[in-house]
């Protein structure tokens, strides 16, 4: 018979092993499941994923006849001592390749199939003003042996978004909008596209950033790190599961390449803006018919708020907000039982709202809340009446100089000396302030700005207007769209003195 202290040292012997394999396992376990997350997080190889979506991502090619040139190209100024020696050689140059008669001018971009009948989503500024426009196809079988002429349903210059339509004999493969709101700060996306016109490319990154605005008042960007370049604009963002997320647009940079900051507009706006394209051929936006501007905590207190949240109303012209009894100096709370946190956030409420919709506008007012009752209008006939009116009873002057640029209105002779299409609108840079921001980023005289916050521009009025609305929406950089020698160029200036 053992002694009872030698069993008792026993067990406590098998008892400890035992607890050792099972932390042992339990820690082999748990490096399996970090080593499969890893494998899941980051694939060994993005190429079956490029496989499955590549023949869905398209090229496409836009030619626009320019007139003629009768002038210097470029801005020479006037009574320049190189004014007679570029009209000269320009003249020699003419006369040897007959350049006053009107020329093919060609521009490249990108786009993605969305639909088996043909429907193709790409950027508004990939084919605005374009007279032809042809769609290239990713090589492979089953797809287009030729190139496709493309027809345009409907464009959204707030958005740069643009819905075009071709006719194959054939159903084409297509790919799926995702939900991009369930995209997170650090999953993986690939971009897809034509950069630089060197073909079909891909480039792989991460989510950098959620909910970015550049300036226009339905921005919702994705940034991403992933490489896009000139030519990527209107390609698809997808994430790991093959479904569009965004659609590339804008990159920041201080030469025009990629340094790793791009944009790409989210799908969950640009699916909206598709939607109303292939019903109707345009947009149809809520209006709201206010002013406002965000909340400060200065404003809280002084209007005894208890947070800094909402949207102050600063005024209200003619429109739905006037007709229902809404008053400057009305805090907006809540839009259509939804809590307002911004301005940001109530503009891309109003605007997803169907139009000729009867919301309830929660309001605090004098010390308490009220409920008013608005029947939205729609916001682009507001604007067709605001661009009129300002037409009809604006007069301008022809030059001005403000963030660090000297600009005036684009005339026809103009278009002529920088081979700008007829119909286009915008401002010449005539000369830019070496010291200033503008002259930094590359702006130099002879470009011509088409939009600003992405809208169009065509005056100086309006210009001043852009600027007004984005400091009143408490915004620090204005987004200008700049062309030169007609290709394409989002720049941030600056708006703090």
């Given amino acids: 018979m053992q002694p009872l202290a030698v069993k008792s040292t026993t067990l406590e ?5 035992r607890l050792r394999v099972f932390w042992l396992g339990l820690m082999t376990f748990f490096v399996v499941m970090l080593q499969a997350a890893i494998a899941q997080a980051r694939p060994e190889s993005l190429a079956p994923l490029a496989e499955q979506i590549s023949p869905s991502v398209v090229n496409i090619t836009t030619t626009t006849v320019i007139e003629g040139r009768t002038g210097p190209q470029g801005i020479v100024p006037e009574g320049s001592p190189f004014e007679d020696f570029f009209r000269e050689f320009q003249d020699r140059n003419n006369n040897n390749n007959n350049g006053n008669r009107p020329r093919r001018s060609s521009a490249l971009g990108s786009g993605f199939v969305i639909s088996e009948d043909g429907y193709i989503v790409t950027n508004n500024h990939v084919i605005e003003g374009a007279d032809e426009i042809e769609i290239e196809f990713f090589p492979g079988d089953g797809q287009p042996a030729d190139r496709l002429p493309a027809k345009v349903v409907g464009t959204d210059p707030k958005t740069d978004i ?3 339509k071709v006719d194959a004999d054939m159903p084409l493969k297509f790919v799926r909008f995702g939900d991009s709101d369930t995209a997170r700060v650090g999953d993986w996306v690939v971009a897809m596209g034509n950069p630089l016109g060197q073909g079909f490319s891909v480039s792989a990154g991460i989510v ?6 550049l300036s226009g008042s339905y921005d919702d960007y994705i940034q991403t790190d992933a490489a896009i370049n000139r030519g990527n604009s209107g390609g698809p963002l997808f994430n790991m599961d093959g479904d569009v997320i965004g659609v590339n647009t804008a990159i920041l940079s201080p030469n025009g390449g990629s340094i790793g900051i791009g944009f790409s507009m989210a799908s969950n706006v640009v699916t909206k803006v598709v939607d109303q394209l292939k019903e109707y051929g345009e947009t149809r936006r809520g209006w709201l018919g206010v002013r406002i501007q965000d ?6 207190e002084a209007m005894g708020l208890e947070k800094a949240s909402g949207a102050l109303i600063t005024d209200v012209p003619e429109g739905p907000a006037k007709e229902a009894g809404l008053l400057a100096g009305d805090v907006i709370k809540t839009f259509d039982g939804v809590d307002v946190e911004n301005t940001r956030g109530l503009v891309r409420q109003v605007g997803n709202a169907e139009v000729g919709k009867s919301v309830r506008v929660v309001v605090f007012r004098d010390g308490g809340t009220q409920t008013v009752l608005v029947t939205l209008g729609r916001r682009e006939d507001a604007e067709r009446t605001e661009t009129r009116v300002v037409k009809r009873d604006t007069q301008e002057p022809t030059e001005k100089s403000l963030l660090g640029l000297t600009i005036t209105t684009l005339t026809d002779e103009m278009r002529k000396e920088l081979n700008v299409p007829a119909g286009q609108e915008g401002l010449v840079v005539t000369s830019v302030d070496e010291t200033s921001e503008a ?3 590359g702006l130099r005289a002879g470009d011509v700005i088409t939009e600003a916050g992405q809208q169009k521009l065509s005056t100086l009025a309006e210009l001043d207007e852009r600027i007004a609305d984005a400091k009143e929406a408490g915004r620090k950089s204005l987004l200008l769209l700049v062309r030169r020698a007609g290709e394409p160029r989002f720049v941030a200036l600056s708006l703090e003195d």
Avoid: I, P, Y
């Fill in 295 to 300: 909340v400060t905590e200065d404003v809280a």
């Fill in 13 to 17: 012997a098998v008892q400890g092993q």
């Fill in 439 to 441: 002259f930094e980023k």
């Fill in 162 to 164: 643009a819905l075009l």
């Fill in 208 to 213: 950098s950033a959620r909910n970015r605005a």
